[in-house]
C-alpha cells in the first residue's frame, strides 16, 4: 500500500548534484554555480538586513526586486514575477498551464526538472530529441502541441543556443506558451527578451544562481506580459521570496557593471579551458554557458567522473542514454580548471 498517488509512485525524483560541505576540500565543477563571489554591493545589502525585516512576512509581490530588475532590463515592473528560483517559476508554470491531456513538450536532453514537474503534474510530455549538434529540432516541437513548451537557452547541459530569429519562428507556429528559460543568457552572444516584448505567447526566465553568484539566496523571475504573470499568480506561494533574496537580489542585479565583468572573465577562462581540453583528445560541444559538455577521447564518461572524485575534482554526469558518453563540467576559476585539466591527464 502507498500513501501517494501513482503518479507520485512513479516519479524518478530529480536528482541534484553532490553538494558536499562548505569547507570541504574538492575542485567542484558539477553544478554550474559561479565561482566568484556576488556583487559587494549585494553583500552590503545583505549586512543592512536588519531585525524587523526578518520579523515581518516579506512582500508577496517582491517589490524591491521587480522595481530593480525592470530598471534594468527597461520593462514595466508589471512585466516581471519572482521566484525562489527560476526552479519556482518552472513550478507555477506547470502547476497552472498544463495537467492530463495539456503536454508539456521540450527537447531533450535539457534541464530534468522539466520532466519532473510535468511527471507531479500527471501532464503528458512529448520530449523531442536533439540531433548530436544540438540543432533546435523546430518543425518537431511546433507539431508536439505543447500547452506548455520549454527551450533552455542555452540549452544545458549541451551549452549550445539557438539563435532569437529561429525562437521567434517556434513561437508562431505554437497555440501554447513558449518558456525560453534563459539561466544561462549572461555567458551568451544574444538573448530573447525583444521576443517577451513582440508576442503574447513568450516568457523568458533568468536567474540570479549563474550569473550573479546567487545560488544559494534562491532568487528567479519571469519576464512576461501581466495577463500571463496573473495566471501564474494564483498558483504561487504568498510568500514565495523572503525579505532577503528580496532586497539582496535588488543590490545585486543593479550592479550591472561588476556582473558583466565576472561573465566576461568566465567566458574568456570557458574559452582556453576548452582549448585545453580539445588538446588532451576531448570532444568539446561549442559553448554559450558558464560549463563545456565534453566527450572523454574514449567515451568513458562514468569512469572518468569516478576516477576525478577520487582527485577531489567533482563534475556532473547525467545517468542518460544520451548523454552516457559525456560529462558536464563547469568553467572554474583558472585555478581550478588548471586542477581539473591536471587530474584530468592523469585519469586519461
Ligand atoms: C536550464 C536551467 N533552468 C533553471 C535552473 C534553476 O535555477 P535556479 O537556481 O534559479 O532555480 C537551472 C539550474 O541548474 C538550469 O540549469
Same mark, same amino acid.
Given at each position: 500500500?502507498?500513501?501517494?498517488?501513482?503518479?507520485?509512485?512513479?516519479?524518478?525524483?530529480?536528482?541534484?548534484?553532490?553538494?558536499p560541505?562548505p569547507?570541504?576540500?574538492?575542485v567542484k565543477?558539477?553544478?554550474n554555480?559561479?565561482p566568484?563571489?556576488?556583487?559587494?554591493?549585494?553583500?552590503?545589502?545583505?549586512?543592512?538586513?536588519d531585525?524587523d525585516e526578518?520579523?515581518?512576512?516579506?512582500?508577496p509581490?517582491?517589490r524591491e526586486?521587480?522595481?530593480?530588475?525592470?530598471?534594468?532590463?527597461?520593462?514595466?515592473?508589471?512585466?516581471?514575477?519572482?521566484?525562489?528560483?527560476?526552479?519556482?517559476?518552472?513550478t507555477m508554470?506547470?502547476? /497552472?498551464?498544463?495537467g492530463?491531456?495539456?503536454?508539456?513538450?521540450?527537447?531533450?536532453?535539457?534541464?530534468v526538472?522539466?520532466?519532473?514537474?510535468?511527471?507531479?503534474?500527471?501532464?503528458p510530455?512529448?520530449?523531442?530529441?536533439?540531433?548530436?549538434?544540438?540543432?533546435?529540432p523546430?518543425?518537431a516541437?511546433a507539431?508536439?502541441?505543447?500547452?506548455?513548451?520549454?527551450?533552455?537557452?542555452p540549452?544545458?547541459?549541451?551549452?549550445?543556443?539557438?539563435?532569437?530569429?529561429?525562437?521567434?519562428g517556434?513561437a508562431?507556429?505554437l497555440?501554447?506558451?513558449?518558456?525560453?528559460?534563459e539561466?544561462?543568457?549572461?555567458f551568451?552572444?544574444?538573448?530573447?527578451?525583444?521576443?517577451?516584448?513582440?508576442?503574447?505567447?513568450v516568457?523568458? %526566465?533568468r536567474?540570479?544562481?549563474?550569473?550573479?553568484?546567487?545560488?544559494?539566496l534562491? %532568487?528567479?523571475y519571469?519576464?512576461?506580459?501581466p495577463?500571463?504573470?496573473?495566471?501564474?499568480?494564483?498558483?504561487?506561494? /504568498?510568500?514565495?521570496?523572503?525579505a532577503?533574496?528580496?532586497?539582496?537580489?535588488?543590490?545585486?542585479?543593479?550592479?550591472?557593471?561588476y556582473?558583466?565583468?565576472?561573465a566576461?572573465r568566465?567566458?574568456? /577562462?570557458?574559452?582556453?579551458?576548452?582549448?585545453?581540453?580539445q588538446?588532451l583528445g576531448?570532444r568539446v560541444?561549442? /559553448?554559450?554557458?558558464?560549463f563545456l559538455?565534453?566527450?572523454?577521447p574514449?567515451?568513458?564518461?562514468?569512469?572518468v567522473?569516478?576516477?576525478?572524485e577520487?582527485?577531489?575534482?567533482?563534475?556532473?554526469?547525467?545517468?542518460?542514454p544520451a548523454?552516457?558518453e559525456?560529462?558536464?563540467v563547469?568553467?572554474?576559476?583558472?585555478e581550478?580548471?588548471?586542477?581539473?585539466?591536471?587530474?584530468?591527464?592523469?585519469v586519461?
Amino acid at each position: 500500500m502507498s500513501f501517494f498517488r501513482p503518479a507520485v509512485d512513479a516519479l524518478r525524483p530529480y536528482v541534484p548534484g553532490r553538494q558536499p560541505p562548505p569547507g570541504a576540500r574538492v575542485v567542484k565543477l558539477n553544478t554550474n554555480e559561479n565561482p566568484y563571489p556576488p556583487s559587494p554591493r549585494a553583500l552590503a545589502a545583505l549586512a543592512a538586513v536588519d531585525a524587523d525585516e526578518l520579523r515581518r512576512y516579506p512582500d508577496p509581490s517582491s517589490r524591491e526586486f521587480r522595481e530593480a530588475a525592470a530598471e534594468t532590463l527597461d520593462v514595466d515592473p508589471a512585466w516581471i514575477l519572482a521566484g525562489n528560483g527560476s526552479d519556482d517559476v518552472l513550478t507555477m508554470l506547470v502547476r /497552472s498551464i498544463t495537467g492530463p491531456g495539456r503536454p508539456v513538450v521540450y527537447p531533450a536532453p535539457t534541464y530534468v526538472l522539466y520532466r519532473t514537474l510535468a511527471g507531479i503534474q500527471e501532464a503528458p510530455v512529448v520530449e523531442v530529441p536533439f540531433a548530436d549538434d544540438f540543432v533546435l529540432p523546430v518543425a518537431a516541437l511546433a507539431e508536439a502541441g505543447g500547452a506548455l513548451t520549454f527551450v533552455a537557452n542555452p540549452n544545458s547541459p549541451s551549452g549550445t543556443a539557438a539563435q532569437t530569429s529561429t525562437l521567434a519562428g517556434l513561437a508562431d507556429s505554437l497555440d501554447g506558451l513558449l518558456v525560453i528559460d534563459e539561466a544561462y543568457v549572461a555567458f551568451a552572444e544574444a538573448d530573447a527578451l525583444d521576443l517577451v516584448r513582440q508576442r503574447s505567447n513568450v516568457v523568458v %526566465l533568468r536567474t540570479l544562481s549563474k550569473s550573479h553568484g546567487l545560488a544559494g539566496l534562491r %532568487l528567479g523571475y519571469a519576464v512576461a506580459p501581466p495577463a500571463v504573470l496573473e495566471g501564474l499568480g494564483k498558483v504561487k506561494d /504568498s510568500y514565495n521570496v523572503g525579505a532577503v533574496a528580496d532586497r539582496v537580489g535588488a543590490a545585486a542585479i543593479r550592479d550591472t557593471g561588476y556582473a558583466q565583468r565576472v561573465a566576461g572573465r568566465i567566458v574568456e /577562462s570557458r574559452r582556453r579551458l576548452a582549448e585545453r581540453l580539445q588538446e588532451l583528445g576531448c570532444r568539446v560541444w561549442p /559553448s554559450q554557458t558558464n560549463f563545456l559538455l565534453v566527450r572523454p577521447p574514449a567515451g568513458d564518461a562514468a569512469r572518468v567522473h569516478r576516477r576525478l572524485e577520487a582527485f577531489g575534482v567533482l563534475v556532473r554526469y547525467f545517468d542518460e542514454p544520451a548523454l552516457a558518453e559525456t560529462l558536464r563540467v563547469t568553467v572554474g576559476t583558472d585555478e581550478d580548471n588548471a586542477v581539473l585539466l591536471d587530474a584530468l591527464q592523469q585519469v586519461l
